[in-house]
């Protein structure tokens, strides 16, 4: 399982960012895919998901109207598009899934999805 997100930056508040997150090693179609952010000194915080299937979505009340996510079937990538940024929206911002790799026994729940395996990283700063 591979989690490789992208898209992260400096953006003034009121601004916009898209993150992406490319995947594979799993069927990307089947699964939840989705995004959690840690904010420095905070618990990490379920952002959005993307359901697998029906492509049903989730978000967090504090980002629900200003962030859609969206799968991209014939890239197996995710996006993020992050409209009216707030100061409060800065942190490191991960792709997530329902998918255990192997050997590992990580697991998370969130926006009602146990998530099992996640990317590095990608860091979101917004400027007042």
């Known amino acids: 399982v591979q989690l490789v997100e992208s898209g992260g930056g400096l953006v003034q508040a009121g601004g916009s960012l898209r993150l992406s997150c490319a995947t594979s090693?799993?069927?990307?179609?089947?699964?939840?895919i989705g995004w959690f952010r840690q904010k420095s000194g905070e618990a990490r915080e379920a952002v959005s998901a993307i359901n697998g299937g029906d492509d049903r979505t989730a978000y967090a009340a504090s980002v629900r109207g200003r962030f859609k996510i969206t799968r991209e079937k014939a890239k197996n990538t995710v996006y993020l598009q992050m409209n009216n940024l707030k100061p409060e929206d800065t942190g490191f911002y991960y792709c997530i899934t329902e998918v255990a790799r192997p050997n590992e026994e990580l697991k998370w729940y969130g926006l009602g999805y146990w998530w099992r395996s996640w990317g590095q990283g990608t860091q979101v700063i917004v400027s007042s």
């Open positions: 090693g799993f069927a990307f179609d089947d699964f939840a």
